[in-house]
């Protein structure tokens, strides 16, 4: 169960089921808590969460009808808080901030959840720095907002090239990072014993990457520890899980 004013990240690397199970998660067990929830998303992703939270059993089109779900286009509200090309923070208060203050009064409902992946948007166009400061803005508004916020990037820690130091003050700006799964963790685990020969890390790894733990931590250590073989551990473990994810 996550907690009051979390910011939660999630690195789901283009796994839709994945994307669709956990942040589905995420917005039902605000649901069933009696909050209200806002999905900031692309609209594919907004009816693989309305499935995934019927499937979950609970009762979607009952929130939306009820004013306790609000759905809303990733790309539209980045635009409106970028209304120069860049970011606004008044911009972005009063289109985030006046949204989740819509959903209160509609829902009567103080405590809310909200779903994003505006950063991911920014990412996804190499513009990290501005994925930084809207990430910064959103933290603004958690305390204010009785918010917890679920972060998605379509980013793959199993990617060789993945520029991790543009990730770290990303990481840093979340207080929780979902897990990629088992598949992932046996997946990197594997390709570390067979590549590097040598037992997964624990607890010496090096700080600096936020909320990362467990085999996502070491697929960001990984870079720093051995970056000569890194690519080929890396790449061998993206062959171990898509072997892992095709036999079910």
């Known amino acids: 169960m996550h907690e009051p004013c979390n910011h939660v990240v999630h690195l789901h690397g283009g796994d839709t089921a994945l994307l669709r199970e956990r942040a589905g998660r995420f917005l039902g067990e605000g649901l069933a808590a009696g909050e209200a929830a806002l999905v900031i998303a692309a609209p594919a992703h907004v009816d693989a969460f309305i499935c995934q939270l019927s499937e979950d059993g609970h009762d979607p089109i009952g929130a939306i009808r009820s004013g306790r779900l609000a759905l809303v286009d990733a790309a539209t509200m980045l635009a409106d808080i970028m209304p120069a090309g860049s970011l606004d923070r008044d911009a972005f208060m009063r289109s985030v901030g006046g949204t989740l203050s819509a959903l209160r009064v509609r829902s009567g409902v ?37 918010l917890s916020l679920f972060c998605g990037y379509p980013i793959d820690l199993l990617d060789a090239h993945l520029d991790v130091e543009a990730l770290r003050p990303l990481l840093a700006a979340h207080t929780v990072m979902e897990s990629n799964g088992p598949a992932f963790d046996a997946a990197l685990s594997r390709a570390i014993a067979s590549v590097l020969g040598v037992p997964v890390p624990g607890a010496e790894l090096r700080p600096g990457w936020g909320p990362a733990t467990g085999l996502e931590a070491v697929a960001l250590w990984l870079r720093e520890a051995h970056p000569k073989r890194a690519g080929e551990v890396l790449d061998r473990a993206v062959h171990y899980q898509s072997s892992q994810l095709r036999a079910g």
Do not use: K
């Open 110 to 146: 103080r405590r809310l959840r909200a779903y994003g992946e505006m950063v991911g948007i920014l990412w996804q166009a190499r513009r990290y720095a501005d994925a930084a400061v809207l990430e910064g803005y959103w933290n603004e508004l958690l305390p204010e907002e009785d």
